[in-house]
């Protein structure tokens, strides 16, 4: 950015609204933002300590500092939109908008795969879709680019007409649907997001809209016959994509027979981030799909941001001789400092030995460097589970926005967090802000401790053995009766520890831990004597929130718990948290003021209340390959004791995933079924340990083909209702030896 348009020369070459994210701070502007995630200018002390020297701040708020640049606005939102604009209108290319139910990234990246190589272009990073991100994604435009692709999220709250003014798009993109139709957005959405573009690409076979009749509307649907497309491009959805954007290269640049070259290149890889665990206690981001500026900025960034004071080592596979590209990428790593960084140009090269780290690897396709990433992984089994950060991030804003303005959020972790990997879980929950962890035994609490979270953490089990390392690990006990307090007073006593925060656990009806109500005077009077400890929260559980038919006993349990509130407090000099609303609990009971809530099955997409289940998104799936394809005649049987026999010829998948990774046994013989090219594919004869066939008669199915255990088709409560449980089990029995993929 050459000059910013509050009106002096200054120059800023970034803008940050989240001080977890500030890289270099050398020409950097922290925008305070305030929205329903929190209110930015309670980091301005912080952003400055990272080193920011340029601010702006909402004219309510005082901040002066002798070396910084502080600029007082109305509103800092509408500062920062105007500072994109201002971009914005300093760029001189062709302005591509990308919009659509789905797909939107992948268009993007087709696009920019079909013509980077002949042009500059500039586009959004990830999907990074939201008005922020649309302002974010003008304010990286590179004023020197060719072309720029930014990616739009039709939704109904997005203004389509501030959005078009601030864009000012030239060609339209409306990428596939199912069913290929424009739906779901009316016809005056599209038309003013849209609004002057020369061009309309798309595709529906024909629109159900009207488009003005200066606009060119381009259909690609279906796939010509004479475009060839990598064989993974099997369904309609992808191959329409793909010739949305071909027909947009088309538009763009000349050399068709070029173009169909590199389409038959296209790949799928990782447009997200992989990350995982790998050996020696590393864990890896694997970003090997493309290497540009953009995206190595991205991945440094997340890097940094998840990093938690661990080692960072950033590994980029090269092909040799690129000197233009080692000096650019060095330049932007150079603002991150990382502890680490290897260009690897011949792969056969040693690496040192990392442990404990962080390590980015990074590189293009053409470098084979995603080799390097499989060979860091602590688990190659082939059945792995996907957990989407994003939708996770999501959940958790979706329960916190149905609360009171201000209520904590408590991240529940435990059970190794929900299955999902226990430190992963947690300090993923922490970058996303929450303000409380709880987990249900002290050890799972030193686990977290040493991964590097900060936040505070409750432990609800808080067995005596174990005070002495909660002490030590800063980990704040549950209390739930007199014996255990007792013990826990004389362990603060001897350790010399005064005010230690403790939590009261009270039993309003759960009959599980816990005080009952009528202890409560006598907790009052122990607490008088003792000022080792010092009460930072009193907590109960809900028995029944899910049950929306009958709320009474939640409500009788509410009003237990607000008797004990009142009159603790009413003793107490200071003030401490309150909590009963766990996920079910903010669902159905989200009115109920307590400064706290303890969200667990919630932040994985499951809810009891339909409304807010509409909200979310799954965070799980679980998938395997296919490992054997064989057909069996007439009367012959499949695995053990022959419980399957075939009554007629049939076509058997060998899948590699059996009761050890957590498929119930009980799923044999046709009661569970697995997903393959999303088509129904029933267990034959009994789940194995390792070992699943299943039903593939009449699909065309190849080895190695990918098998959805959970996923889009087959979901995690469809899966629970199959086994006659809930999704809480499935989750926390999916063993460890399943690789868990996290992705941004
Ligand atoms: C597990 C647990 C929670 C979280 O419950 P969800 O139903 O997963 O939201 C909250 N509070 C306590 C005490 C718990 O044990």
């Known amino acids: 950015m050459p000059t910013n348009s509050i009106g002096t020369e200054e120059q800023i070459d970034s803008v940050f609204y989240d001080t977890r994210k500030i890289g270099t701070t050398s020409n950097a502007a922290f925008f305070a933002l305030t929205s329903s995630l929190g209110d930015g200018h309670r980091f301005l002390e912080l952003a400055y300590q990272k080193g920011v020297r340029t601010f702006v701040v909402s004219e309510a708020i005082h901040f002066k500092k002798e070396d910084a640049v502080v600029y007082s606005v109305e509103n800092t939102w509408v500062a920062l939109f105007a500072l994109a604009k201002y971009q914005r209108d300093l760029f001189q290319g062709t302005m591509i908008l990308i919009s659509g139910k789905i797909g939107k990234t992948t268009v993007k990246e087709w696009i920019y795969q079909l013509i980077s190589s002949e042009i500059k272009v500039s586009r959004s990073p990830k999907s990074y879709n939201s008005e922020l991100g649309i302002a974010l994604s003008l304010l990286e435009l590179k004023p020197n680019s060719d072309v720029a692709l930014i990616e739009v999220k039709p939704h109904a709250e997005l203004n389509p007409v501030a959005m078009n003014e601030i864009i000012r798009p030239e060609i339209g993109v409306w990428t596939a649907a199912i069913g290929s139709q424009p739906e779901s957005m009316p016809s005056e959405f599209i038309n003013s997001l849209f609004n002057n573009c020369h061009t309309f690409i798309h595709g529906a076979k024909t629109l159900p809209i009207s488009l003005p009749k200066s606009m060119k509307s381009v259909s690609c649907f279906p796939l010509k016959k004479e475009l060839i497309l990598p064989q993974f491009l099997n369904d309609e959805i992808s191959q329409t994509n793909a010739s949305i954007a071909y027909c947009v290269a088309n538009q763009i640049i000349k050399g068709e027979q070029k173009l169909k070259d590199q389409l038959s290149l296209l790949t799928r890889l990782a447009l997200r981030m992989e990350t995982f665990d790998g050996q020696n206690n590393n864990f890896i981001i694997n970003d090997a799909y493309s290497l540009d500026a953009d995206s190595m900025r991205n991945a440094l960034e997340f890097q940094q941001q998840i990093a938690n004071g661990k080692k960072r080592v950033v590994l980029i596979g090269l092909e040799e001789n690129n000197e233009a590209l080692k000096s650019e990428l060095q330049a932007i790593i150079d603002q991150f400092a990382p502890e680490t960084v290897v260009f690897i140009e011949n792969t056969d090269r040693e690496l040192p030995k990392f442990t404990d780290s962080i390590i980015l690897i990074k590189g293009s396709r053409k470098t084979g460097i995603s080799r390097l990433a499989n060979e860091f992984k602590v688990n190659k089994h082939k059945t792995v589970i996907h957990i989407d950060l994003k939708s996770l991030r999501k959940n958790i804003l979706a329960h916190k926005q149905l609360l009171p303005k201000g209520t904590k959020i408590m991240a529940m972790v435990k059970a190794a967090g929900y299955g999902l990997g226990l430190q992963k879980m947690a300090y993923f929950v922490e970058s996303f802000g929450v303000d409380y962890l709880g987990v249900a035994y002290a050890d799972e609490g030193v686990q977290i401790r040493n991964a590097g979270v900060s936040k505070p953490i409750l432990v609800m089990n808080a067995e005596e053995e174990t005070f002495q390392s909660c002490i030590s690990n800063k980990l704040e006990p549950a209390i739930y009766d007199f014996q255990q307090l007792d013990t826990f007073i004389s362990e603060c006593i001897y350790q010399g520890e005064e005010n230690y925060p403790i939590h009261l656990k009270i039993d309003t009806g759960m009959n599980r831990l816990g005080f009952l109500p009528s ?48 009159k603790l407090s009413a003793h107490l000099p200071y003030s401490f948290d309150t909590h009963i609303l766990n996920s079910s609990g903010v669902a159905n009971f989200s009115s109920t003021p307590f400064s706290m809530a303890r969200i667990g099955i919630g932040m994985y997409g499951i809810s009891s209340n339909p409304e807010l289940k509409r909200k979310l998104e799954p965070v799980l799936s679980w998938y395997s390959v296919v490992s054997q394809v064989k057909t069996i005649e007439k009367g012959q049987a499949v695995g053990y004791n022959r419980a399957f026999i075939a009554e007629q010829p049939t076509s058997v998948a060998t899948i590699p995933i059996g009761y050890a990774d957590g498929f119930k046994r009980s799923l044999s013989n046709g009661k569970g079924y697995v997903m393959i090219q999303g088509k129904k594919c029933p267990t034959l004869g009994k789940v194995c340990m390792d070992m699943i066939m299943v039903d593939v008669t009449n699909l065309e199915v190849k080895v190695g083909e990918e098998v959805e255990i959970i996923g889009p088709h087959l979901t995690l409560e469809e899966m629970a209702l199959l086994q006659e449980t809930i999704p809480y089990e499935i989750m926390t029995s999916i063993s460890s030896r399943v690789h868990r993929i996290y992705i941004e």
């Open 519 to 566: 202890d409560i005077h006598k907790i009052i009077e122990v607490l008088d004597a003792q000022p080792e400890v010092r009460i930072k929260s009193i907590y109960s559980h809900l028995s029944d929130a899910d049950n929306r038919r009958d709320k009474r006993f939640t409500e009788l349990q509410i009003s237990r718990f607000n008797e004990v509130m009142k």
